[in-house]
């Protein structure tokens, strides 16, 4: 595999400023209009895409990486429509699909910490083919289950497709954006996933009726095979990762000249300016150094995160309904909570790339945790309760989102998939925490105001972490660029 260390240590700071046809410099305007550069002895591959605009191959590869999250978020989806369906079909109770329920994302945990960290070896194009390839396949199986067991096995599998799907998506869309504009961009594709969800939905709908169940799942299944189709001709592989992994000069050029819309053919060598690695494999990299702090807070701030989201989505309807409200009103409430994240997520996106990633996520999750507390005390009778509810998915929802857009900066190339992959599996167990420990807490008469005030807790201590690793990473900047 080789020394992870070693690879990254040959690259060398820019040598000779790259320069286009007109003579102009990169960060002049008149530079990012392509054409061919010049021989040139050294080409920093992040600072020649930061001097350029975005060419209509980084808008595709853009649209490519949304497309992957919305089948996703189709896939994660789609069982808690079809679960009533399947429940009456099979004639079994709702506790023993609890099983099928529950594959899905536990797999997704399991996928995102090893699926995801492979393509640090693999390359983000492989796994990424491979996941899409994979989670299309067996949902369409999925189909097929004749009992429970088998469904709930197929589930499993499926989510270690989905898990290797997020974590590359954000890795290779972050290694091609220039980071003017690298939140926003990350944080549109992230909304991805709402769209996914929200569709198949009304997908369900229509077809439940008409053809059964398993005409969803078929649907489900066909939507990212034929991605998978156009992934397998447009989707490129990351040049920051051929050049760790010591591919030859000209086919990173011919990647990178495709993706940016340049003719690269004349350039010597590539090279990236960024931390040095101090361990040969991935993941024992992310315990070294100024690594270990920057991994830990990143874990803390998506596990607490995904908590409050999940005990809020999975358990709000039924508080609702228990208040003597009707179902379309718990409906309509919680999915003001989805509307109001996919807003948040653009909007603090935005903030990040303009008043910097790490004081923008704290101030989504601290206003979140007000939102919460506003929720709380204003009770389920609130006359404006879808509002609040909306409120707290846009600080919350948005601050995670966000989260998913800075953690890829947070780690050099050889180790960056690896970094993403593990908080997205560690941050899971948040998931699975929220989603089971609302039951409990209503178990022990605790009420909907108690309930939520405290949920504003885990949201403070997101803003505190975060706020810890964008000062451990300010500092790492600052070092990196004095030396």
């Known amino acids: 595999m080789g020394d992870l260390q070693g690879e990254v240590a040959r690259n060398q700071p820019i040598r000779q400023v790259v320069r286009g046809r007109d003579q102009s410099l990169p960060g002049d305007p008149a530079a990012r209009r392509g054409g061919n550069v010049q021989q040139t002895d050294n080409l920093e591959i992040q600072s020649f895409i930061d001097s350029r605009r975005m060419s209509a191959?980084?808008?595709?590869?853009?649209?490519?990486?949304?497309?992957i999250v919305f089948c996703?978020?189709?896939?994660?989806?789609?069982?808690?429509?079809?679960?009533?369906?399947i429940i009456e079909e099979w004639g079994i109770s709702r506790a023993a699909f609890g099983l099928v329920m529950g594959a899905a994302?536990?797999?997704?945990?399991?996928?995102?910490?090893?699926?995801?960290?492979?393509?640090?070896?693999?390359?983000?194009?492989?796994?990424?083919?491979?996941?899409?390839?994979?989670?299309?396949?067996?949902?369409?199986?999925?189909?097929?289950?004749?009992?429970?067991?088998?469904m709930a096995a197929l589930r499993f599998a499926t989510g270690l497709g989905l898990g290797a799907a997020m974590p590359n998506t954000t890795t290779l869309l972050s290694e091609y954006v220039p980071k003017r504009s690298r939140s926003f961009l990350l944080a549109t594709m992230f909304t991805g996933?709402?769209?996914?969800?929200?569709?198949?939905?009304?997908?369900?709908?229509?077809?439940?009726?008409?053809?059964?169940?398993?005409?969803?799942?078929?649907?489900?299944?066909?939507?990212?095979?034929?991605?998978?189709?156009?992934?397998?001709?447009?989707?490129?592989?990351?040049?920051?990762f051929m050049l760790v992994r010591g591919r030859p000069v000209q086919a990173i050029g011919r990647v990178l000249g495709r993706v940016t819309g340049a003719d690269l053919g004349n350039v010597r060598h590539f090279s990236l300016v960024e931390e040095k690695v101090g361990a040969r494999q991935p993941f024992a990299a992310l315990f070294t150094g100024a690594f270990a702090l920057r991994t830990f807070t990143l874990w803390v701030c998506y596990f607490m995160g995904l908590l409050v989201?999940?005990?809020?989505?999975?358990?709000?309807?039924?508080?609702?309904?228990?208040?003597?409200?009707?179902?379309?009103?718990?409906?309509?409430?919680?999915?003001?909570?989805?509307?109001?994240?996919?807003?948040?997520?653009i909007l603090v996106g935005l903030a990040m790339d303009r008043f910097g990633a790490a004081r923008s996520i704290a101030l989504a999750y601290l206003c979140g945790g007000a939102?919460?507390?506003?929720?709380?005390?204003?009770g389920?009778?609130?006359?404006?309760?879808?509002?609040?509810?909306?409120?707290?998915?846009?600080?919350?929802?948005?601050?995670?989102?966000?989260?998913?857009?800075?953690?890829?900066?947070?780690?050099?190339?050889?180790?960056?998939?690896t970094g993403v992959s593990w908080m997205l599996g560690v941050g899971r167990l948040g998931s699975i925490l929220g989603s089971s420990i609302g039951g409990v807490l209503l178990g022990f008469g605790w009420s909907f105001t108690t309930i939520f005030c405290v949920l504003a807790v885990p949201a403070a201590l997101a803003a505190g972490a975060i706020l810890v690793n964008g000062a451990t990473y300010g500092r790492a900047e600052e070092s990196r660029v004095e030396a």
């Open 105 to 150: 994302p536990i797999g997704l945990a399991v996928g995102a910490i090893l699926a995801g960290s492979s393509s640090d070896w693999l390359g983000r194009r492989k796994v990424l083919l491979g996941s899409v390839f994979a989670f299309g396949v067996l949902t369409w199986l999925t189909a097929l289950s004749r009992n429970p067991t088998e």
């Open 57 to 67: 191959q980084q808008w595709m590869l853009t649209a490519l990486c949304f497309a």
């Open 309 to 345: 989201i999940y005990l809020t989505t999975s358990w709000l309807p039924t508080m609702i309904r228990d208040g003597g409200m009707s179902v379309d009103r718990a409906a309509t409430v919680t999915a003001m909570f989805q509307l109001g994240g996919t807003i948040g997520a």
């Open 72 to 85: 996703d978020g189709m896939d994660v989806a789609v069982m808690g429509f079809l679960a009533p369906s």
């Open 380 to 417: 389920l009778h609130a006359a404006g309760l879808a509002l609040i509810v909306g409120l707290v998915g846009f600080f919350m929802s948005g601050g995670q989102t966000g989260l998913n857009a800075y953690a890829p900066t947070c780690y050099p190339t050889p180790m960056r998939a």
């Open 193 to 240: 996933f709402n769209f996914g969800s929200a569709l198949i939905g009304f997908v369900a709908a229509w077809m439940l009726p008409r053809w059964g169940w398993q005409s969803v799942l078929h649907f489900g299944a066909f939507i990212p095979l034929i991605l998978w189709l156009v992934m397998l001709f447009a989707l490129p592989e990351s040049a920051r």
């Open 371 to 378: 939102a919460l507390i506003l929720l709380g005390t204003s």
